[in-house]
């Protein structure tokens, strides 16, 4: 019973102490000029209203970044020949004067073409890279299939899109095959948290809180078991607009959830994990 306690006390101490990195990595890839060039770019886009959101997936349902022309040229892209435009709503007020001499502001609405980045070419527009975690993990990767199994969750593998990794339903998860086996692990403790935390009727978490929770714990169980994931893991969550203060947050339920899993996984047992990083 005391080598249990002792155990707790232990795993307790090493995930608090993961999640203290974490939240300084997250800030400091916040304050990073990469970071803020990047949310530079994003400030000249606009929040589109929902009926125009609509608009937009119905003509394009794989845009990405939209924006009138003259936005483009101001990041020095032009729109491809031949393209055709993305049609929306823009607001258009008038005044009317009264016939005391008051002003009223009327607003009438008229259609105006966008297009989609994907129809523009030209300067490249500041991002911020999240890097592919290139490591070989075999053994854990083969546990966390356990864990899954164990917990009644159907896994695929499946080749998705690029730029998605794992998709989390009721009882099944899907991850993309396409990658290195300590990227394919990452995602799965990812996806696994999103079941243990977000798929529930009572979770209300917004989709940044929920990013946030399943990423935090896929870092710290894949750094309790050796598997660096840092670099992916704080620039993801700052991407969602993470920062240390919304980790303290949620530290109770990513602490709880990354120690069920690393449990699952059986550290407890003394099980010896090796990684080797990849060459090519």
């Known amino acids: 019973m005391e080598d249990k306690q002792n155990h707790i ?16 990595a997250v800030d400091d890839q916040g304050a990073s000029d990469d970071m803020k060039r990047y949310l530079d770019t994003l ?4 929040q589109y209203s929902w009926k125009n959101c609509l608009l937009i997936f119905a003509q394009k349902p794989e845009a990405t970044h939209v924006a009138g022309f003259t936005t483009w040229k101001k990041f020095d892209r032009c729109i491809r020949s031949g393209e055709k435009a993305i049609r929306i709503f823009a607001p258009c007020p ?5 016939d005391n001499g008051d002003e009223v502001e009327r607003i009438f609405f008229k259609t105006t073409c966008v297009f989609d980045i994907a129809q523009t070419e030209g300067k490249e527009l500041a991002d911020f890279d999240i890097p592919i975690v290139e490591t070989v993990a075999d053994e854990l990767l083969n546990r966390l299939e ?18 998605h990794y794992g998709v989390s339903r009721g009882g099944a998860i899907t991850v993309a095959e396409q990658y290195s086996t300590g990227q ?6 990812h996806e696994l948290a999103h079941s243990s935390l977000h798929l529930s009727n009572q979770d209300t978490s917004p989709p940044e809180t929920a990013e946030l929770e ?13 598997l ?25 339920r990513i602490s709880r959830t990354a120690r069920e899993l690393i449990e699952g996984v059986g550290y407890a047992e003394g099980m010896n994990i090796q990684f080797k990083l990849t060459t090519g």
């Open 184 to 189: 394919r692990a990452k995602t799965l403790v």
């Open 214 to 226: 399943g990423e935090a714990v896929a870092y710290v169980v894949c750094r309790h078991f050796g």
């Open 9 to 24: 006390h232990q795993l307790k101490r090493t995930i608090d102490e993961s999640l203290e990195r974490l939240a300084h």
């Open 228 to 252: 660096d994931v840092e670099l992916r893991a704080s620039r993801y969550i700052t991407k969602w607009g993470g920062d240390g203060k919304k980790i303290a947050e949620s530290f109770e």
């Open 146 to 163: 356990q864990v899954a199994a164990m917990r009644n969750i159907q896994l695929e593998y499946a080749s998705l899109e690029a730029g």
């Open 94 to 98: 008038i005044i009317d004067e009264k």
């Open 43 to 46: 400030a000249w886009f606009h």
